[in-house]
């Protein structure tokens, strides 16, 4: 667990993170016409142009979230995922449920954390928007926020001993399968511009 909390980790953990999600989307994107499923605030109407591991390295670029904070928000998705079995993740609304995943886990995680305007500006969304998809998040999670050590050490020795041999897990055997999910609205109009800290309040 302490390996990756060391922030000398994190490109494997965001590679790694980013090669499962791909396997994801990619694989509900080829099911999609074989299942019924939801519409919901985080499916945009194309996919974004930017990559799944450029957008969690712009992430930890500008957000200054701790390590732990992504793997909580992988915890979270993964929790979303079974709860929500109608919402499965794809390459349409991977982006905005890893931006909101990851700012839920920062305000939980973290003691230091920027304000929603500032998220939104990392993901290339509207604050209004962020405001939306926070709340979609967490009544999809139930409001199931807190993480236990024992479950916390569960998904660390998991990705741990599946990044020894670089291969992203078709499913996480702490909690639950890894179906991960959600559909809706507006296109992502991802802004390569970097996010301004003036005037971002850095809540505490």
């Known amino acids: 667990m302490a390996e990756l909390e060391n922030p000398n980790m994190m490109p494997n953990l965001l590679t790694f993170l980013?090669?499962?999600l791909e396997e994801v989307a990619e694989s509900n994107d080829v099911n999609s016409g074989f299942k019924v499923q939801k519409i919901s605030v985080f499916h945009g109407l194309t996919r974004p142009?930017?990559?799944i591991q450029s957008y969690l390295d712009r992430i930890h670029k500008y957000a200054n979230c701790s390590p732990s904070c992504f793997i909580v928000a992988y915890v979270y998705l993964d929790r979303f995922a079974q709860r929500q079995p109608s919402?499965?993740?794809?390459?349409?609304?991977v982006h905005r449920l890893l931006i909101t995943s990851v700012m839920v886990a920062a305000k939980f995680m973290d003691d230091m954390y920027y304000n929603n305007a500032y998220y939104a500006k990392v993901g290339g969304i509207s604050t209004i928007e962020m405001n939306f998809l926070e709340l979609d998040f967490l009544f999809g999670l139930g409001f199931n926020l807190n993480v236990t050590?024992?479950?916390?050490?569960?998904y660390c020795s998991h990705l741990q001993r599946k990044m020894m041999v670089q291969q992203p897990p078709p499913s996480i055997t702490a909690e639950s399968s890894l179906s991960l999910g959600s559909i809706k609205a507006a296109h992502l109009c991802f802004n390569e511009e970097e996010p301004s800290h003036q005037n971002q309040q850095l809540a505490v």
């Open 149 to 154: 050590p024992n479950t916390f050490h569960a």
């Open 49 to 51: 142009t930017i990559s």
């Open 18 to 20: 980013s090669s499962l």
């Open 87 to 93: 919402l499965p993740i794809n390459s349409f609304n």
